[in-house]
T-cell receptor, first 115, second 115 residues
Framework: DAGVTQSPTHLIKTRGQQVTLRCSPK?????VSWYQQALGQGPQFIFQ???????QRGNFPDRFSGHQFPNYSSELNVNALLLGDSALYLC??????????????FGPGTRLLVL | AQKVTQAQTEISVVEKEDVTLDCVYE???????LFWYKQPPSGELVFLIR??????QNEISGRYSWNFQKSTSSFNFTITASQVVDSAVYFC????????????FGKGTTLSVSS
């Protein structure tokens, strides 16, 4: 059973550019969440997608946007990159809600460096 | 407000020592979930345990054990007879009704186990 996969693994961009990160959830999972993890910090919630719509959003600017496809895979887009966007971007998937909070399973992440 | 505090930034032990990682949480919700994740150098967050606020029973899984105490808002994690492979960053996380499905992470504790 394949876990959560993310691509690419590493990425280098320059300020002002745009970037797209991709995530495929675990089999049977229908919800995808994205987190940003700065060096030495805990992950920060960006947003969550369910049924191809953004269900919940954290405290991130509109430069961060996303999409979920019918096969439950997801993309994270960041426009007008800033140096401060350099981080590890983690995708997590979770199974259909069965009452309460389902466990989120994380992928290996994409390391983004903005120069 | 919801918050997770992991006061121990770094812990160093020698193999076979027992080590306890502390986690203190804040929430006014009566229903919430607590998690522990392990992050090895590869970057992927590995799920270890989920506990809901109504289940105060402590849990043991091999060398791992968790102590949940609502009276002190703590959810501590103990590794018995630590091994070099336990070296990683460990995160405690909280999910509440008010926070929706977002996970609120602490800043993590870096555990180094030497041989």
């Amino acid at each position: 059973d394949a876990g959560v996969t993310q691509s690419p693994t590493h990425l280098i961009k320059t300020r002002g550019q745009q970037v797209t990160l991709r995530c495929s959830p675990k089999s049977g999972h229908d919800t995808v969440s994205w987190y940003q993890q700065a060096l030495g910090q805990g992950p920060q919630f960006i947003f969550q997608y369910y049924e191809e719509e953004e269900r919940q959003r954290g405290n991130f600017p509109d430069r961060f946007s996303g999409h979920q496809f019918p096969n439950y895979s997801s993309e994270l887009n960041v426009n007008a990159l800033l140096l401060g966007d350099s981080a590890l971007y983690l995708c997590a998937s979770s199974p259909p809600l069965a009452g309460g909070q389902e466990t989120q399973y994380f992928g290996p992440g994409t390391r983004l460096l903005v120069l | 407000a919801q918050k997770v505090t992991q006061a121990q930034t770094e812990i160093s032990v020698v193999e076979k020592e027992d080590v306890t990682l502390d986690c203190v949480y804040e929430t006014r919700d009566t229903t919430y979930y607590l998690f522990w994740y392990k992050q090895p150098p590869s970057g992927e967050l590995v799920f270890l345990i989920r506990r809901n606020s109504f289940d105060e029973q402590n849990e043991i899984s091999g060398r791992y054990s968790w102590n949940f105490q609502k009276s002190t808002s703590s959810f501590n994690f103990t590794i018995t007879a630590s091994q070099v492979v336990d070296s990683a960053v460990y995160f405690c996380a909280l999910s509440t009704n008010q926070a929706g499905t977002a996970l609120i992470f602490g800043k993590g504790t870096t555990l180094s186990v030497s041989s």
